[in-house]
């Protein structure tokens, strides 16, 4: 199956602070959604990103498929984006990162 | 528009007893998927259904099965548990390529 790395896995920022959540991957794949699940374990869509570049607001992705990795920008961060992130990508089936958690101090 | 629904949101069963979770899709949504999510991992792979075929399954032993209705709906069934199928079970519905989740099931096997 392939292999998908996220890093760092733990993060702790100031609110207003910016960051990069990186997450690479071992082989070829046709979609790559990044995702925040609440502290009820709901996760919410933020971006599907097979390649390019996309911005939400203060968040941002970009994939760049033929070097196998992709970066979720948040910026001006705020107590609500704590959580963690997933990277998720397809090939025959979905594979799921091991995440980055996110904590925000206010 | 309605999300992806689950049912029951909780529940705890016996080791050895069987379980039956529900998922109904995203409406026009024909595939959905089932991911098992232990404390602390990301969600694993247990099985894909398109169109009332199954079209993948992860590697999961033969206790877990599923299937699709004419409806797009799912039941995801799990026999003989064991402690260590305590988790969340996540259900995704997708048009196409992109996933959307549901709010999940969580499972306790005592």
């Known amino acids: 199956g392939i292999q998908v790395e996220q890093s760092p896995p733990d993060l702790i920022l100031q609110e207003g602070a910016n960051s990069t959540l990186r997450c690479n991957f071992s082989?070829?794949?046709?979609?790559l959604q990044w995702f925040h699940q609440n502290p009820w374990g709901q996760l919410i869509n933020l971006f599907y990103?097979?390649?390019g570049t996309k911005q939400n607001g203060r968040l941002s992705a970009t994939t760049v498929a033929t070097e196998r990795y992709s970066l979720l920008y948040i910026s001006s961060s705020q107590t609500t984006d704590s959580g963690v992130y997933f990277c998720?990508?397809?090939?025959?089936?979905?594979?799921f990162g091991t995440g980055t958690s996110l904590t925000v101090i206010p | 528009d309605a999300g992806v629904t689950q049912s029951p949101t909780h529940l705890i069963k016996t080791r050895g007893q069987h379980v039956t979770l529900r998922c109904s899709p995203i409406?026009?949504?024909?595939?959905v998927s089932w991911y098992q999510q232990v404390l602390g991992q990301g969600p694993q792979f247990i099985f894909q259904?398109?169109?009332?075929?199954?079209?993948g399954r992860g590697n999961f032993p033969d206790r877990f099965s599923a299937r699709q209705f004419p409806n797009y709906s799912s039941e995801l069934n799990v026999n003989a548990l064991l402690l260590g199928d305590s988790a969340l079970y996540l259900c995704?519905?997708?048009?196409?390529?992109?996933?959307?989740f549901g709010p999940g099931t969580r499972l306790t096997v005592t």
């Open positions: 409406s026009g949504h024909k595939s």
């Open positions: 082989d070829s794949v046709n979609n």
């Open positions: 259904y398109y169109e009332k075929e199954e079209r």
């Open positions: 990103i097979p390649s």
């Open positions: 998720a990508v397809a090939g025959n089936q979905f594979y």
């Open positions: 995704a519905s997708s048009p196409s390529y992109e996933q959307y």
